[in-house]
Nanobody, 123 residues
Framework: QVQLVESGGGSVQAGGSLILSCAASGYTDNSACMAWFRQAPGKEREGVAGIYTGSGSTFYADSVKGRFTISADNAKKTLYLQMNSLKPEDTAMYYC????????????????WGQGTQVTVSS
């Protein structure tokens, strides 16, 4: 089992920045990929960014490329999401997820999920 706990959400004005963190615990050795997802009210959960735990290679949704940066500190078992130039449309609950299968921006590949942290961007 893997436990994931997100933190760092909050309310900011458009153009501002936030850093989200996700602390992992439990049996994380089988994790092939870590990712951030978000879900706004009335919308489907969408992949934001992911990172291969072995190589450190990253991938992003087009909507956040150039603004968000995903990173991981394997020693601390912590995943980060640096979010810059935030827009009102970035408002959502943000979730951390772990996959022992593959890396993708679709949620079906992920075995474990955190409870989420809310990000609200005002105009």
């Amino acid at each position: 089992q893997v436990q994931l706990v997100e933190s760092g959400g909050g309310s900011v004005q458009a153009g501002g920045s936030l850093i989200l963190s996700c602390a992992a615990s439990g049996y994380t050795d089988n994790s092939a990929c870590m990712a951030w997802f978000r879900q706004a009210p009335g919308k489907e959960r969408e992949g934001v960014a992911g990172i291969y735990t072995g190589s450190g290679s990253t991938f992003y949704a087009d909507s956040v490329k150039g603004r968000f940066t995903i990173s991981a500190d394997n020693a601390k078992k912590t995943l980060y999401l640096q979010m810059n130039s935030l827009k009102p449309e970035d408002t959502a609950m943000y979730y951390c997820a772990s996959s022992s299968i593959a890396c993708a921006l679709g949620p079906d590949e992920y075995n474990y999920w955190g409870q989420g942290t809310q990000v609200t961007v005002s105009s």
